[in-house]
């Protein structure tokens, strides 16, 4: 499936026009939609692609998670535990787990072939912001946070490896280079930091 998702929300002061809440796939080389998809009775947040392509998850205001098969175009679950927004969703490369993360300060880790929820973890002491699992083998997941932190978890029994502090400020997005010896963290003091592995 070749495009990208355009999270589209329509706000209207006019009693008269219905607020839309709709997840759109365009296909970049010919900038025309593809899909439309309504699902979600609320705004949409997050939205993550499994590596292939063919599937996406998608995270609402209201603590849901639908997953999406593409090439037909309809959803094929829908995952229920968060209690408040869900801000981030990623697809391990593995391409059956999913972790979300959400402003109910949890992280959760979805197994899709059972369709429930596997982990929920108390990870940060307020929202979580963005989840990335490493880009290569997914044996590590980070989380940031408006707790001023980014956090290492293993992805194998998802429990704490490291805390990274020095943001003064909400973080807001943590990436992880295709290496793994590398982690960039942007916050709202107004800095990005390059955090790199202890080769020990």
Request: charge should be positive; aromatic fraction near 8%.
């Amino acid at each position: 499936v070749h495009g990208t998702w355009d999270i589209y929300k329509q706000h209207s002061t006019n009693t008269k026009h219905k607020h839309t809440h709709a997840t759109r796939l365009w296909d970049l080389t010919v900038q025309k939609e593809l899909l439309k998809q309504d699902g979600h009775a609320v705004g949409v947040y997050g939205l993550g692609f499994q590596n292939d392509g063919s599937v996406l998850a998608t995270g609402d205001v209201g603590g849901i998670i639908r997953v999406w098969d593409l090439r037909s175009g309809k959803p094929v679950a829908s995952l229920d535990g968060h209690v408040d927004n869900v801000l981030s969703v990623q697809f391990a490369p593995n391409g059956h787990h999913l972790a979300t993360g959400s402003c109910d300060n949890s992280l959760r880790i979805w197994d899709l072939r059972k369709r429930r929820c596997a982990y929920t973890i108390l990870a940060h002491s307020k929202l979580i912001s963005n989840v990335i699992y490493h880009p290569n083998n997914g044996d590590f997941l980070l989380s940031s946070s408006y707790d001023n932190t980014v956090k290492i978890w293993s992805a194998r029994d998802y429990q704490l490896i490291n805390t990274l502090h020095g943001h003064e400020g909400r973080v807001m997005r943590v990436q992880m280079s295709m290496d793994g010896k590398m982690i960039a963290s942007t916050s709202f003091d107004r800095t990005w930091k390059l955090w790199m592995a202890d080769e020990d």
